[in-house]
């Protein structure tokens, strides 16, 4: 209501590419309703909030360089910790990892931080 409201009053100004309480909105042309079009609280936000704020390192944690995560017990981690940071709440570890795979995050073997998720963008 405020933002249709202040596009009223601006004249020729759209809702095209404005950024409203954490989303994306724009207009319809057709019913010259606003529309929000999704959430722009993207997966590694999220991920980040998660292993900030959860108190829970039996779980989820950073490893102490800051440069990865690991998750320490997988069902601990589904059934405590996802459903507090993501809608989705996965049956199983694998469609995690999923969602990790296609932000580009790689999982660590053969090192001393065995297991872990590594993202050279995404640090402590």
């Not at 095209?16 to 994306?24: K, N, Q, S």
């Amino acid at each position: 209501e405020k933002i249709e409201a202040i596009l009223k009053r601006s004249g020729n100004t759209t809702a095209e590419d404005l950024v409203v309480y954490g989303g994306i909105i724009r207009s319809d042309a057709k019913t010259n309703k606003i529309i929000r079009i999704r959430n722009m609280d993207s997966f590694p936000k999220k991920l980040m909030r998660m292993l900030d704020q959860d108190p829970n390192p039996s779980a989820i944690t950073w490893l102490p360089h800051g440069r990865a995560f690991i998750i320490r017990d997988a069902n601990k981690f589904i059934n405590e910790v996802h459903g507090k940071y993501f809608r989705t709440n996965p049956t199983s570890l694998r469609n995690f990892q999923r969602k990790l795979n296609m932000w580009g995050f790689k999982r660590l073997t053969g090192t001393r931080d065995n297991g872990a998720y590594y993202h050279m963008l995404f640090l402590r």
